[in-house]
C-alpha cells in the first residue's frame, strides 16, 4: 500500500509572521494523522522558521526548487546540501510555473532530481501538459517525453527516492480540476512508464500526486482513484481551514480505499 501524501506548495505566497500564523493553524488543527505524509513547502525566505516550528510535528518540509549542485558560484541559487542542512525532506521540483517563466528544461530537471536524490532529499517532479497539448490529443505525448527527458540515466533504486506530480497546466490556480478519470488514466499511464523503465516493482510502489485546484470537496473523489497517491496542493494550501479539510478528506479516502 503506497502512503498518501498531501504537500502544499505556498508559491511565492507569505511573508514570516504569516507562515508562522499558517503553520500553528495547521498544527492545531490536524489530528490522528498517521496513514498520510503532510508536507508543506514554503518560500525560502521562511523555510528555517517553519523548520523549527515543524520540529515537533507530523508535518514534514519541503522546499519549492533547488539547484543540481553542493555549491559554488551559482548567485541567488539554493544547493541541496543547503535544504538538507536546513531540515527538508522534499523537494518539488519542474514545477510548470518554473518550466513556462524560467525556461527549465527537461535535461535541467533531471540534473536537479540527481542532486536532489544524491543527498536524499525526495525529489516531487512535476509532469503535465497545457491546455492547447490536451486539445489537440498530445497529453500522452507530452507526459511521456518530459518523463523520459527527466529521469534520464536513472536507475530503478534512484527512482524509488523520488515522488511524481501530475498537474496539468490548464489546472493550475484555474478552479478547473483534472475529472477523477482524466487524472486516473494519466496517473496509470505515468505508472506504465515507470514499469516500462524501471520494472513492476518500481512502479508498483512509486508515488503519484495530482495537482491543480484540489479543494477540500473534490480531494476524496480524486485520492479515490487506484493509481492517485495524493495531492500536490497550491492556492488552497494557503489557508490552514481548507489544508486541514484536505488533510482530513485524504485519511478519509485512504480509510475508504483500504
Ligand atoms: P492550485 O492548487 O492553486 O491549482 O496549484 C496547483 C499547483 O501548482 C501545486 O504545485
Same mark, same amino acid.
Request: hydrophobic share 40%.
Given at each position: 500500500?503506497?502512503?498518501?501524501? $498531501?504537500?502544499?506548495?505556498?508559491?511565492m %505566497?507569505?511573508?514570516?509572521?504569516?507562515a508562522?500564523?499558517?503553520v500553528?493553524s495547521?498544527?492545531?488543527?490536524?489530528?490522528?494523522?498517521? @496513514?498520510?505524509?503532510?508536507?508543506? *513547502?514554503?518560500p525560502?525566505?521562511?523555510?528555517?522558521t517553519v523548520?523549527?516550528?515543524?520540529e515537533?510535528?507530523?508535518? +514534514?518540509?519541503?522546499?519549492?526548487?533547488?539547484? %543540481?549542485?553542493t555549491?559554488?558560484?551559482?548567485?541567488?541559487?539554493?544547493?541541496?546540501?543547503m535544504?538538507k542542512?536546513?531540515?527538508?525532506? %522534499?523537494? $518539488?521540483l519542474?514545477?510548470?510555473?518554473?518550466r513556462a517563466?524560467? &525556461? =527549465?528544461s527537461?535535461?535541467?530537471v533531471?540534473? &536537479?532530481a540527481?542532486?536532489?536524490v544524491k543527498?536524499?532529499?525526495?525529489?516531487?517532479? *512535476?509532469v503535465?501538459?497545457t491546455?492547447?497539448?490536451? =486539445?489537440?490529443?498530445?497529453?500522452? +505525448?507530452?507526459?511521456r517525453?518530459q518523463?523520459?527527458?527527466?529521469?534520464?540515466?536513472?536507475?530503478?533504486?534512484?527512482?524509488?527516492?523520488?515522488? $511524481?506530480a501530475?498537474?496539468?497546466?490548464?489546472?493550475? /490556480?484555474?478552479?478547473?480540476?483534472?475529472?477523477?478519470?482524466?487524472a486516473?488514466?494519466?496517473?496509470a499511464?505515468?505508472?506504465?512508464?515507470?514499469?516500462?523503465?524501471?520494472g513492476?516493482e518500481?512502479a508498483?510502489g512509486?508515488r503519484?500526486? %495530482? /495537482?491543480?485546484?484540489?479543494k477540500?470537496d473534490?480531494?476524496?473523489?480524486? $485520492?479515490?482513484?487506484? @493509481?492517485?497517491?495524493g495531492?500536490?496542493?497550491?492556492g488552497a494550501s494557503? &489557508?490552514?481551514?481548507?489544508?486541514?479539510q484536505?488533510v482530513?478528506?485524504a485519511?478519509?479516502?485512504?480509510?475508504?480505499?483500504?
Open positions: 500500500m503506497r502512503k498518501i501524501i $498531501i504537500a502544499g506548495n505556498w508559491k %505566497y507569505k511573508t514570516i509572521p504569516e508562522i500564523n499558517t500553528n495547521v498544527k492545531a488543527g490536524l489530528h490522528k494523522v498517521s @496513514d498520510v505524509e503532510i508536507v508543506v *513547502c514554503p525560502f525566505t521562511a523555510i528555517h523548520a523549527g516550528l515543524l515537533d510535528s507530523v508535518v +514534514d518540509l519541503g522546499a519549492q526548487d533547488m539547484h %543540481y549542485e555549491e559554488g558560484a551559482f548567485t541567488g541559487e539554493v544547493s541541496p546540501l535544504l542542512d536546513i531540515g527538508c525532506r %522534499y523537494v $518539488i519542474g514545477h510548470s510555473e518554473r517563466h524560467f &525556461k =527549465e527537461n535535461d535541467l533531471n540534473k &536537479k540527481k542532486g536532489a543527498f536524499n532529499l525526495i525529489p516531487i517532479v *512535476c503535465g501538459e491546455l492547447a497539448e490536451r =486539445e489537440s490529443g498530445r497529453q500522452l +505525448d507530452v507526459v517525453a518523463f523520459a527527458g527527466t529521469f534520464k540515466g536513472f536507475t530503478a533504486e534512484d527512482m524509488e527516492k523520488v515522488v $511524481i501530475y498537474e496539468p497546466v490548464w489546472a493550475i /490556480g484555474t478552479g478547473k480540476t483534472a475529472t477523477p478519470d482524466q486516473q488514466e494519466m496517473h499511464f505515468v505508472r506504465s512508464l515507470v514499469q516500462e523503465m524501471f513492476e518500481t508498483s512509486l503519484i500526486l %495530482y /495537482g491543480g485546484s484540489v477540500p473534490n480531494t476524496a473523489e480524486l $485520492i479515490n482513484q487506484l @493509481d492517485v497517491d495531492a500536490l496542493v497550491g494557503l &489557508k490552514a481551514e481548507s489544508f486541514v484536505i482530513n478528506a485519511v478519509q479516502a485512504v480509510v475508504s480505499k483500504e
